[in-house]
Each structure stands twice: as structure tokens, then as C-alpha cells.
């Protein structure tokens, strides 16, 4: 991270911003598609990082490839960004503003792996199983698919670690038959 401080003021600013002007549901959609957009493009984060590629060139990008799609608000922002030479930092900036955000509202993210494609159904499972422990309001569940764990899931939750893959079992087979604390030394 750039400057987690930086980041955090910006954050803290549009998501007040956004609460006195009635506009916080709009605002967090478009920093759910600008989160989406930079995670899912390396080229663009390099672009907003480089310091030889001019301001005015930057701004063009961004014009391009959010001024239709977000809020008045949030496009202003994006501009402000640029023009004060903090593009650089609007990665760390958007991930800030939806951890203040999930904090506020009590929602908890939590991340599916899998070897195989789940479908909705079992992610509503997951979803109502982690509800009913009554720590959150609200889940997000990210899924992802990972073919090396074989079978099974590995669920993060915050900060709790469930790993019931075949991977994870197989690791712990291995090591209990390396182990030879179960041979008699005489």
C-alpha cells in the first residue's frame, strides 16, 4: 500500500460526502464497479501509478472509461484525484472506502474456494450457515475456484480460516506418517 493514511482520509471524505448529501447507496456502487474495474486490470493500475504518463492523459482515460457509467459525485471525485496528482493512490483509496463502509454497516466478506464452480444455491447455504452465528448483519460472499485443493472448500470469514479440502487432509496424512514420535526408541 502506498499510504494506508492518505487513502483513509480520501475514504473517510467521499463516504461522509456521500452520507450528507443522501447519496451513500449510489456512491458505494460505483466504488464496487471502480474496485472491479482496477482489480481486473493491471494495465490500468500501472497506468494511474506511472509518473511519466502526463495528468491531462490520465484524466482522459478515466473520462472515457467512467464518465457515463458513474455519479456525479463520485466522477468529481475521480477528477479531484487526478488533478491533486493522487491517482496513484485511488486503488488503495477505493478498498479503504468499502472497509468503511462493510465496517459501518456490519458486513462481514467472506471468500468460498472450491475446486469446482458452485452455484448459487450452495453459496446461500454458506451465506445463511455464517448468518446464524449472529457476529454480523450481512455476509459477502466472494467465491473463487481453485482446482489444487481436489475437493472440499476452504471458507475465510473475517478473520477465521475453515480448510476442509482434500488438499488440507492429504498435508495432514503426510505429515502423521513422517511423523515417528510413535516408534519405541529402546
Not at 482515460?61 to 484525484?81: A, C, E, P
Not at 463502509?101 to 458452485?118: D, M, S
Amino acid at each position: 500500500m502506498l499510504s494506508p493514511r492518505l487513502a483513509s482520509r480520501y475514504a473517510k471524505s467521499i463516504l461522509s460526502l456521500a452520507k450528507e448529501r443522501g447519496s451513500l447507496e449510489e456512491t458505494v456502487k460505483d466504488v464496487r464497479l471502480l474496485e472491479e474495474t482496477l482489480d481486473g486490470s493491471k494495465e490500468l493500475r500501472l497506468m494511474l501509478k506511472s509518473p511519466i504518463i502526463p495528468s491531462d492523459k490520465k484524466e482522459k482515460v478515466m473520462n472515457m472509461l467512467f464518465s457515463t457509467q458513474l455519479s456525479d459525485l463520485t466522477y468529481k471525485f475521480i477528477n479531484l484525484l487526478v488533478l491533486k496528482g493522487r491517482e496513484k493512490h485511488l486503488v488503495e483509496m477505493v478498498h479503504s472506502f468499502m472497509e468503511l463502509y462493510n465496517k459501518a454497516n456490519h458486513i462481514v466478506k467472506a471468500t468460498l474456494t472450491t475446486a469446482i464452480p458452485v452455484d448459487k444455491k450452495t453459496v446461500e447455504e454458506v451465506r445463511s450457515l455464517l448468518l446464524t452465528n449472529k457476529l454480523t448483519e450481512s455476509v459477502e460472499i466472494q467465491t473463487k475456484v481453485d482446482p489444487t485443493i481436489v475437493g472440499g472448500f476452504v471458507l475465510k470469514y473475517g478473520d477465521m480460516l475453515l480448510d476442509n479440502s482434500v488438499e488440507r487432509k492429504l498435508q495432514l496424512i503426510k505429515k502423521q506418517i513422517q511423523d515417528k514420535s510413535y516408534i519405541s526408541k529402546f
